[in-house]
């Protein structure tokens, strides 16, 4: 498994957006939507197929 990782690793020519900014990212816009939606109810919908690991952490993040 470590050899496919370490495989898969060497191919990535550069990265565009970190781990670290899409968590601040993630962050930012759960504390937002956390503060406007305090006390109504709210319904998260993911369009695309490969959003919903986006989607998940928005929804872990969200404290509404």
Same mark, same amino acid.
């Given at each position: 498994?470590? %050899?496919?990782?370490? %495989? ?5 020519? +550069? /990265? ?7 968590? %601040? ?12 939606? &305090?006390? +109504? ?11 919903? /690991?986006?989607?998940? &952490?928005?929804? +872990?993040?969200?404290? /509404?």
């Amino acid at each position: 498994m470590q %050899e496919k990782m370490n %495989e898969y690793n060497s191919k990535i020519k +550069r /990265v565009l957006i970190t781990k670290e900014e899409i968590d %601040e990212a993630i962050k930012k816009a759960s504390e937002e939507i956390s503060k406007s939606y &305090d006390g +109504r109810p709210i319904l998260l919908v993911s369009i695309l197929k490969g959003a919903f /690991v986006f989607m998940a &952490d928005l929804c +872990r993040a969200i404290t /509404v």
